[in-house]
């Protein structure tokens, strides 16, 4: 059974920054899974922000967040991150990782429910 823990989240004021962690604390995801990231404002839906594969750590983002937002892993590790550059109140959000089989993101939008294994979510929050 796939497990995922995030870390990472925080309080922190426009224009910041903060790195996420995504651990695979299963061991069982391997080259061919990717990862994404997506997160949720208070009343509003789940929204695909990043993923990236482990095969070669390809990447997708949404418009949203290019430019500002990178993702990398480092598979000795078993860990994924997103560093998150430039951010602005509209960032904040519960944050989460989440993993499906497949060796590459799609290339456009990521979707939620084409994700099978979710961690824990963890809080980011900017302040003006």
């Known amino acids: 059974q796939v497990q995922l823990v995030e870390s990472g989240g925080g309080l922190v004021q426009n224009g910041g920054s903060l790195r996420l962690s995504c651990a695979d604390s299963?061991?069982?995801?391997?080259?061919?899974?990717?990862i994404g990231w997506f997160r949720q404002a208070p009343g509003k839906e789940r929204e695909g922000v990043s993923c990236?594969?482990?095969?070669?750590?390809?990447?997708y983002y949404a418009d949203s967040v290019k430019g500002r937002f990178t993702a990398s892993r480092d598979t000795a590790k078993k860990t994924v991150y997103l560093q998150m550059n430039g951010l602005n109140p509209g960032d904040t959000a519960v944050y989460y990782c989440a993993t499906v089989l497949g060796y590459y993101c799609p290339a456009s939008a990521i979707a939620p429910d084409e994700y099978d294994y979710w961690g824990q979510g963890t809080q980011v929050t900017v302040s003006s």
């Open positions: 299963s061991g069982t995801v391997s080259d061919n899974y990717h």
């Open positions: 990236i594969a482990v095969s070669d750590g390809s990447t």
